[in-house]
């Protein structure tokens, strides 16, 4: 015994107890002491940790500190001081118990490591937020890195834990979870599988928080909100979450908008289908009609210049309209729509600007508009590109031709 308890157990030899007794009310006696020793203090030190900890935050100009406040790293580490005091009574109380205080070393070793994770989890846990609010580091996958370190830290926690409860060397253990690696494996494997996913996604900036992504497989169309180490996780316009497994990006194809974004224009892509049948080589005097639309007037008087000197030059019989060169309604009203694209106020002049056939179909021959809209706004990017289409199906009678409709067999009675 110390000579703090063998005062104790004389006044309970006095009281005419066995010395059994003695040793264990002695111990009971002690234990209680220094649980109510190890509370007290852990309240006190909580307090003036946390209280100091606290003035730092408001103090200081950075918002880390004010971060660990938040993860409760000053909470965690407040409970340093009386897991040390209470792990140096151990020998004091149980002195006399010899295999009970080896349990309990160990016991105590072991809340001593989840502690310790606890700590570094809070760390993490700041880091991961802190590095969020850095402007350079806000749309990269940072979940992602600080979930592997916190699997590792676990995962260290639970062998050193085993190792002690077993009192087995770290390296004998490590040795023994070697036959079981392939079973380990087998549980990781999404882990693992997102952890390269991630390095890769980051390394080649794929997706970033904050990416518009289309990935048809899953059903996403939307804004990147979270990037972790399983998942990859898309808020949709209509609100929904979308959970993409991070590997998928890797191993499947998706669209990221993020040059559109990041560009200065947002591209229109859409057909008119112009009736085949309704094509055909303009006469002089429906050219002449055609010069009343202003913004062509001055290319028709150039281009019938110019092929009726071809011809006159070439001496073209032009009793056929297909002799020699001529205009069609189809190219006019092509050159119709760029100019009329072009001059639009909402449109990019600065990006391709262009109005093109693509192959005859059996619906008609397609006349495609390319072009890009000033405003990426979503909803102003609909409205630009339904005005200019409102306005082009409103254009083709003038130029006597028409859009491709299958054949309705519907009758209206009266």
């Known amino acids: 015994m110390t000579k703090y308890s063998h ?75 009386p897991f040390i005091i209470f792990y140096n009574m151990i020998t004091v109380v149980f002195v006399d118990y010899k295999e009970t205080q080896d349990i309990i070393f160990r016991f105590v070793e072991v809340i001593g490591v989840v502690m310790a994770v606890r700590i570094i989890r809070s760390l993490l846990n700041t880091f991961k937020d802190y590095f969020k ?18 699997i590792f830290v676990w995962v260290t926690g639970i062998i050193i834990s085993f190792a002690i409860l077993t009192d087995t060397s770290i390296w004998k253990f490590l040795t023994a979870m070697g036959a079981a690696s392939a079973v380990i494996l087998l549980i990781f494997k999404d882990t693992i599988l997102g952890f390269v996913a991630s390095i890769q996604v980051s390394i080649n900036d794929m997706v970033r928080i904050g990416d518009w992504i289309t990935f048809e497989k899953y059903g996403a169309d939307g804004d990147v909100v979270e990037i972790n180490l399983a998942t990859v996780k898309v808020q949709n316009f209509d609100k929904t979450i979308t959970t993409i497994p991070t590997y998928a990006l890797i191993s499947d194809s998706f669209k990221n908008w993020r040059g559109m974004m990041n560009s200065d224009g947002r591209r229109i892509k859409r057909s008119l289908l112009i009736k085949l049948s309704s094509v055909h080589y303009l006469s002089n005097d429906e050219i002449d009609s055609l010069k009343d639309i202003s913004i062509i007037k001055d290319y028709l008087e150039h281009r019938q210049i110019e092929i009726n000197g071809y011809n006159e030059a070439h001496r073209i019989d032009k009793s056929l309209a297909i002799n020699g060169r001529n205009m069609t309604n189809l190219g006019v009203f092509r050159k119709y729509i760029e100019t009329y694209v072009a001059n639009h106020s909402a449109t990019n002049k600065d990006m391709m600007i262009m109005t093109r056939q693509l192959a005859p179909t059996a619906q008609g021959m397609p006349l495609e508009i390319y072009a890009f809209s000033s405003d990426k706004r979503w909803q102003n990017y609909e409205y630009i590109m339904a005005d200019i289409f409102d306005h082009c199906l409103a254009a083709v009678p003038y130029f006597n031709l028409e859009i491709f409709e299958l054949p309705n067999n519907n009758t209206w009675k009266q």
């Open 7 to 81: 005062l104790i157990y004389n006044l309970l030899k006095n009281a005419h107890l066995s010395d059994e007794w003695a040793i264990f009310i002695n111990m009971l006696f002690l234990l209680a002491v220094t649980l109510t020793t190890t509370y007290l203090v852990d309240i006190i030190s909580r307090k003036i940790i946390i209280k100091s900890f606290s003035k730092l935050a408001h103090k200081s100009k950075t918002n880390f500190d004010d971060i660990l406040v938040e993860n409760k790293t000053p909470r965690n580490l407040a409970h340093i001081i």
């Open 133 to 150: 609010t850095l402007p350079r580091l806000k749309d990269k996958p940072v979940d992602s890195y600080i979930q592997v370190f916190m």
